[in-house]
């Protein structure tokens, strides 16, 4: 009775909390935007070996490449943008599903769909359009491999993020997000069923 009163104590004593995200998609049909950096790189997408991979990008933040064994085997593949013999650039495009860090949520995404995660530069080759310029590289190669749409989600507050998909050709198609009271999570989607596959776009999860 006592360890169940302190569960619903320390329950009770949760700070509620909230966040959300801005959903962006792109259609592969039609023509593909160009973006020329302003200084050359060769683009590339590394192959799905977890040893390359780490190795290759051992210099990135940890926080971006904590879990590569797990994105590798999942089927996801990393592209980079490499200068002077050195990676500057990395993202990640996820296949199947898809995960986000920030609300801990996974998303189904259908046979056509994929998704963009986990982009970063090296500061010093920021504002040089590294990350615009691969984008439509990628973009190109995706629609090479058969997809149909690319899917993000960018922090409401990162400016900078937000205009690169508009740029593009991105559109904000919704918002997902979450509430949480008490250690109750509200997940919640609305996207115009830009993600055509999502099982459940609103529901409750103890957290």
């Not at 302190?6 to 962006?24: A, E, M, N, Q, T």
């Not at 390359?52 to 994105?71: N, T, Y």
């Not at 949520?105 to 040089?128: D, H, N, V």
């Amino acid at each position: 009775m006592v360890n169940l009163l302190g569960k619903i104590v320390r329950r009770l004593s949760r700070r509620p909390d909230f966040d959300h995200l801005i959903i962006v998609a792109k259609p592969l049909e039609g023509t593909l935007p160009i973006y020329k950096a302003r200084i050359p790189f060769d683009f590339e997408v590394l192959p799905p070996d977890i040893e390359e991979v780490e190795g290759r990008l051992a210099h990135v933040p940890f926080e971006h490449r904590s879990d590569i064994e797990q994105r590798i085997q999942h089927g996801d593949r990393c592209c980079v943008a490499e200068f002077n013999e050195q990676i500057i650039y990395a993202s990640w495009t996820a296949f199947g599903t898809c995960y986000s860090y920030a609300l801990d949520r996974e998303y189904e995404l259908a046979k056509g769909e994929t998704y963009l995660y986990s982009a970063y530069t090296l500061p010093k080759f920021r504002g040089y359009g590294i990350h615009p310029a691969v984008t439509c590289r990628r973009l190109r190669l995706l629609r090479s491999w058969g997809y149909k749409r690319d899917l993000a989600f960018i922090e409401p507050k990162n400016l900078a993020a937000m205009r690169m998909p508009e740029e593009l050709g991105y559109a904000k198609v919704g918002i997902t997000g979450f509430i949480e009271v008490f250690g109750f999570r509200w997940y919640y989607h609305r996207d115009g069923r830009a993600f055509s596959a999502l099982k459940r776009r609103n529901y409750w999860q103890k957290k």
